[in-house]
């Protein structure tokens, strides 16, 4: 017989869900957002293969035969887990933490922050999750990461979380390609750049598109070692953080006489799965922020 497994989260989801009569409120209680919870009661239906809470437009009406049966064991399970904890682990630095970042901070920013992490919490487990963005939104809602740091790009007030760092958005290519950046007759300006879904990457191509230059993709990747070769062999113009530039590579202003457009401050921002986040969480956005700082004065002195 295949053994199943319950997941904690899923059964606080569910006592929320029925002690406080809807989703919304478990939500709020858990510090989770409403399709989070949600989705953690689907789960545990899944994993049972059983409907536990009574529906109807929406709303909870109470639980199902089985449903009651589960909520029984869940609060068992959960005083048990909570005075194990307390027993064992005298502060929260106990069990782990749930990471999401985008991948190119793993070689610049994360070794710095790692080093910090493990003088602070040496018994706390460090899950790291390395993708898109989009991916990592899309993890933070549905509860599987604690904490989503992402990139983001604009100028004015940031609509969401906390901004760890921001610097200049630049156009930059190698050096010894950027004084033969002069179109032909209809010749599109060649880019390398991020995924689809980066940030930069949607910044720079809206900023072309805005201001009516043709481009052409000759280049796309995932990490910035592989973007840096590209650009620096004369694959194309990309955009990316100030901080990124090194030897060999260098600022572009024009394409022919174009004078090539302006683009907004890249940011990397902190998402809590939680209302205001645990303390190693904060704490490791904010040493995630100090690397990054650390890394701006590094590009600064490469102009």
Request: proline residues 4%; contains cysteine.
């Amino acid at each position: 017989m295949m053994r199943r497994h319950l997941d904690i989260e899923s059964l606080r989801a569910l006592v929320g869900i029925v002690d406080l009569g809807g989703f919304s409120a478990a939500a709020q209680q858990l510090g989770r957002t409403q399709s989070a919870v949600s989705l953690q009661l689907k789960r545990l239906e899944e994993t049972l293969g059983q409907t536990l809470v009574q529906r109807s437009q929406g709303r909870v009406d109470g639980v199902t035969a089985e449903g009651a049966a589960m909520l029984a064991y869940a609060r068992q399970i959960l005083r048990l887990n909570d005075e194990a904890c307390a027993a064992v682990g005298r502060d929260e630095a106990i069990g782990s933490l749930r990471v999401g970042l985008p991948e190119e901070l793993m070689e610049s920013v994360f070794p710095a922050a790692m080093v910090a992490f493990r003088a602070v919490y040496p018994r706390l487990r460090l899950n790291v999750l390395a993708e898109t963005s989009a991916v990592l939104r899309q993890a933070l809602v549905a509860g599987q990461i604690d904490l989503a740091l992402v990139k983001t790009c604009g100028d004015g007030p940031a609509a969401e979380g906390e901004v760890l760092w921001q610097e200049p958005l630049v156009w930059m290519a190698g050096d010894a390609f950027r004084d033969s950046l002069d179109p032909a007759l209809g010749q599109a300006l060649p880019l390398a750049l991020f995924g689809e879904n980066c940030a930069f990457r949607l910044a720079a191509t809206g900023a072309l598109a805005a201001a009516g230059l043709p481009w052409v993709l000759q280049y796309t990747g995932s990490s910035v070692t592989g973007l840096r070769h590209a650009i620096a062999h004369g694959l194309g113009v990309t955009a990316l953080p100030h901080s990124l530039l090194t030897p060999g590579i260098g600022r572009v202003t024009h394409f022919g006489a174009q004078c090539l457009p302006a683009l907004p401050a890249a940011r990397l921002i902190a998402l809590h799965g939680s209302a205001e986040g645990s303390v190693p969480a904060r704490r490791f956005a904010t040493w995630i922020g100090e690397a990054m700082a650390a890394r701006n004065v590094q590009g600064e002195a490469l102009g």
